[in-house]
């Protein structure tokens, strides 16, 4: 299980696990999926949910119903939301 700094809220813990799919990403888009990135964030898949649709919403990344409860989204690399930087990460996040 990963470890997370002290104090280190839901955003914060997603910024740091997006960071590292950004980090270690090949080509020029990923996809994600809510309830994977919020396992590994350890936070609720139905809060990831949300924020991945406001991201959508706002141009950072395009999401897709799957079905009733699963949502595929893809993260372009001419995204400002595709860095290794969780700060930068964070502040995007913050701002929605």
Known sequence: MRKFPPQCGV???LSIVLADIFASAQ???VTLHPGEVAKEAQIPPFIVGEIFRVLSQKGYMECWRL?????????????PLWTSDKEAIL???QQL
């Not at 079905?67 to 995204?79: A, F, G, N, P, Q």
């Open 11 to 13: 955003l914060c813990r």
């Open 27 to 29: 080509g020029n888009a």
């Open 67 to 79: 079905s009733h409860k699963k949502l595929k989204c893809i993260v372009r690399r001419t995204s």
């Open 91 to 93: 502040a995007i996040l």
